[in-house]
């Protein structure tokens, strides 16, 4: 090999080396702004900051502005809500669940909830009829639901199973008819999500004035997301007996369905078209199940301590 072919060989070496490092450069780069950029996706997708605290004000403050009314009677909101709840597979969801009530029996059940979206913190509701007659339901004076037809079909419990005497037992009994159910919800795509029934009644209560001499609702939930509601009744006839009847009420507008002992006793549709209501919009708000957005955006968080 001659000088000059050495040269050549160090000027090749040499621009190699270059065109390595170069391509070093543009590697580092290139992920640079590929992270800069998931960065930047990340923080779009992102939801504005609330603390807990914060959003269970604007629960509490968003429930206080609904008025209730059915057969004339306006119903009455407990104070506090019957529980906080968070969904963790389902977009982080967090909400609350709130109950009205009539001469102490739930009329109406309503979660208040939040996800995160690129837009930031949406909310919903999602009101639920228990009651036994057409309901209106206003918010900040403007009707946003109005089921005409009851929310609940009573069925007696069978084999019947006489309600005992104190408090104490007939919640032990409740508890023992409860966990003869289980319930399923029918997720797009054929996913199948077997729903945990949550032993502790979300609610307690009794009505005199509606012959109820004991009842409670219990919830089949994911995570603790309320998906199927449970109600069991003590109920008084005109004659006097009383016997536990049951009834079921949906809470996501997937399709549903609720077993007793192996069972069927109660399914219900998937309502895809719920995914995406306003508030008032027909004919959906006219249905014993409702969901819509919450038309204003959420105040700012400093505006809920």
Known sequence: MNANDGTTCNRIESQKSICEETMQMVVVACLSVLLSGSSALAQKASVE???????????????????????????????????YWQNPVRKQEQGALFAWLKNGRPAAMGSIFTYGADEG??????????????????LNGVVVWAPDTPGLKWQPVIPSISPAITPTRRLTQMRSIARSFDGLLYEPGGQISKLTL?????????????????G?????????DPEIFLVLEAQKDNTGKVDWHFATARSHFYALELNRNGER?????????????????????NAPYFIFFESQPLPAPETLR
């Open 198 to 214: 949550i032993p502790q009644p979300v609610l307690r209560y009794e009505s005199p004035e509606a012959g109820v001499v004991d």
């Open 49 to 83: 900051t609330y603390t807990a605290e914060e959003l269970q004000q604007h629960f509490l403050n968003v429930a206080g502005n609904y008025k209730m009314v059915v057969d004339q009677t306006q119903l009455k909101l407990r104070p506090q809500p019957l529980m």
């Open 265 to 285: 006793v109660w399914q219900v549709e998937s309502v895809p078209e719920l995914l995406l209501t306003d508030a008032a919009q027909k004919p959906w708000m």
């Open 121 to 138: 913190t949406v909310c919903r509701h999602e009101m639920i009829s228990l009651a036994d007659a057409p309901l209106e339901s206003r």
């Open 216 to 224: 409670a609702v219990f919830s089949l939930a994911v995570a603790t």
